[in-house]
């Protein structure tokens, strides 16, 4: 800026030495508007100002006025004080209006006089991240299945419904099992007859699901599914506790079936409801390429890749404890402890907050807990019934 008032200052007494306004013009290379714009100006402030004229709009619109200003603030501060209601930018111009304001102000608005004043909400911490370590992970077909239960969702003039969904992690190969209620023995069943189609995995990762888990007043009891699981070799993992993003494809899967199954038709009763279902099954796996498999369609990713499929009849008469693992993936709470079926059990005051696998060991009766791939503590884990062999 310094350097263009030199310039203005040297054709301002250039021109007032009565050199012509051509030769400045020609010299300077600047118009002759610029020119006796600047003589102008400079004649009017006495040849002493040259500085440049603010470019500011001289009645902005984006102005806030002190009182409406004021009277934002005053509502805010006025529902921080109320005990159930909300205080952002919408319920505050709802206020304002029932106090019968005159001019009314719009959200942006309302959510620009927050932030002047300081007085927005602050922003809620993100959740922990998921350890790299305790990922689903997979490397071939049957390596690792999530799977959920969808429900209760209502059929009109017919009832609830449920529906067990399942998805490979490794080839996103899905299948879907409605059902009329959710019981271990449902379940299980259910769980059966997938994997007569998809194979029996090596890792099922659950929710904490009670028909899976199996009792609240008996904890080492173990459900019907993971006794099936233990005899054919399937480690259950059990997620945290409310945090449904660990088990993220299953999820993701559970969203594609609400909104291109559930939400697209209406179903007569459940007869109905199991028909469409297995088109959408198919569908979904025959018919619907996904970029994340190198736009194959899941059973076309599949193709060629051992599978392990269940027969019924190496199955046991009876559904005992076998030898084997249940893992539980667990955040440590601030007294140091985890939470295994509702058993409290001491690890470490020192990790609280972190994440930790706990494993039961059913052979040795061990429950050992593993924080970065190290054992931090161990817990006898008596069962309350004898564990049976495979062999």
Same mark, same amino acid.
């Not at 200052?9 to 300077?28: N, T, V, W």
């Not at 209502?154 to 190969?173: P, T």
């Not at 040795?364 to 054992?375: A, F, M, N, S, T």
């Given at each position: 800026?310094?350097?263009?008032?030199?310039?203005?200052?040297?054709?301002?007494? +250039?021109?007032?030495?009565?050199?012509?306004?051509?030769?400045?013009?020609?010299?300077?290379?600047?118009?002759?508007?610029?020119?006796?714009?600047?003589?102008?100006?400079?004649? /009017?402030?006495?040849?002493?100002?040259?500085?440049?004229?603010?470019?500011?709009?001289?009645?902005? +619109?984006?102005?806030?006025?002190?009182?409406?200003?004021?009277?934002?603030?005053?509502?805010?501060?006025?529902? /921080? /004080?109320?005990?159930?209601?909300?205080?952002?930018?919408?319920?505050? @111009?709802?206020?304002?209006?029932?106090?019968?304001?005159?001019?009314?102000?719009?959200?942006?608005? @309302?959510?620009?006089?927050?932030?002047?004043?300081?007085?927005?909400?602050?922003?809620?911490?993100?959740?922990?991240?998921?350890? /790299?370590?305790?990922?689903?992970?997979?490397?071939?077909?049957?390596?690792?299945?999530?799977?959920?239960?969808?429900?209760?969702?209502?059929?009109?003039?017919?009832?609830?419904?449920?529906?067990?969904?399942?998805?490979?992690?490794?080839?996103?190969?899905?299948?879907? +099992?409605?059902?009329?209620?959710?019981?271990?023995?449902?379940?299980?069943?259910?769980?059966?007859?997938?994997?007569?189609?998809?194979?029996?995995?090596?890792?099922?990762?659950?929710?904490?699901?009670?028909?899976?888990? =199996?009792?609240?007043?008996?904890?080492?009891?173990?459900?019907?599914?993971?006794?099936?699981?233990?005899?054919?070799?399937?480690?259950?993992?059990?997620?945290?506790?409310?945090?449904?993003?660990?088990?993220?494809?299953?999820?993701?899967?559970?969203?594609?079936?609400?909104?291109?199954?559930?939400?697209?038709?209406?179903?007569?009763?459940?007869?109905?409801?199991?028909?469409?279902?297995?088109?959408?099954?198919?569908?979904?796996?025959?018919?619907?390429?996904?970029?994340?498999?190198?736009?194959?369609?899941?059973?076309?990713?599949?193709?060629?890749?051992?599978?392990?499929?269940?027969?019924?009849?190496?199955?046991?008469?009876?559904?005992?404890?076998?030898?084997?693992?249940?893992?539980?993936?667990?955040?440590?709470?601030?007294?140091?402890?985890?939470?295994?079926?509702?058993?409290?059990?001491? &690890?470490?005051?020192?990790?609280?907050?972190?994440? &930790?696998?706990?494993?039961?060991?059913?052979?040795?009766?061990?429950? =050992?807990?593993?924080?970065?791939?190290?054992? @931090?503590?161990?817990?006898?884990?008596?069962?309350?019934?004898?564990?049976?062999?495979?062999?």
């Amino acid at each position: 800026m310094e350097g263009w008032q030199d310039k203005r200052r040297e054709a301002f007494d +250039r021109y007032m030495a009565g050199e012509s306004p051509k030769a400045i013009c020609d010299e300077l290379g600047v118009s002759r508007s610029w020119l006796f714009k600047w003589i102008q100006r400079s004649k /009017e402030s006495g040849g002493s100002d040259f500085a440049s004229l603010s470019r500011a709009p001289k009645n902005p +619109r984006r102005t806030t006025c002190p009182f409406l200003y004021g009277c934002t603030l005053r509502v805010r501060r006025e529902l /921080e /004080e109320s005990q159930y209601l909300s205080v952002g930018a919408p319920y505050i @111009v709802w206020e304002l209006e029932k106090m019968g304001c005159t001019s009314r102000l719009s959200i942006s608005t @309302v959510e620009r006089h927050l932030r002047t004043a300081k007085v927005t909400l602050k922003k809620q911490p993100r959740r922990k991240k998921v350890p /790299e370590k305790l990922k689903a992970t997979a490397t071939c077909h049957n390596d690792c299945q999530q799977a959920d239960v969808v429900g209760p969702r209502y059929i009109k003039e017919f009832g609830a419904v449920y529906s067990l969904n399942l998805i490979d992690v490794f080839a996103r190969v899905a299948a879907i +099992r409605p059902c009329l209620g959710k019981n271990s023995e449902t379940l299980s069943k259910l769980f059966l007859s997938i994997w007569e189609k998809v194979g029996v995995p090596k890792m099922l990762w659950l929710d904490n699901e009670l028909s899976f888990r =199996g009792s609240n007043r008996y904890p080492r009891s173990f459900s019907k599914l993971i006794r099936f699981c233990l005899f054919l070799g399937t480690e259950v993992i059990f997620i945290p506790i409310a945090e449904p993003w660990w088990n993220c494809y299953i999820e993701s899967f559970n969203s594609t079936f609400d909104r291109h199954f559930w939400q697209r038709q209406r179903f007569l009763d459940f007869s109905h409801l199991s028909e469409c279902a297995k088109g959408f099954e198919a569908s979904f796996n025959g018919d619907k390429p996904q970029r994340v498999l190198g736009y194959k369609t899941p059973l076309e990713f599949a193709q060629g890749q051992k599978q392990r499929l269940l027969s019924r009849k190496d199955l046991p008469d009876i559904c005992g404890i076998y030898n084997g693992k249940i893992s539980l993936i667990r955040r440590i709470d601030p007294m140091g402890s985890i939470d295994v079926f509702g058993e409290k059990f001491h &690890v470490d005051v020192s990790l609280a907050t972190e994440y &930790v696998k706990a494993t039961i060991d059913t052979e040795k009766q061990l429950l =050992g807990i593993v924080y970065d791939d190290e054992v @931090v503590k161990e817990h006898i884990y008596q069962l309350n019934e004898p564990v049976l062999s495979k062999e």
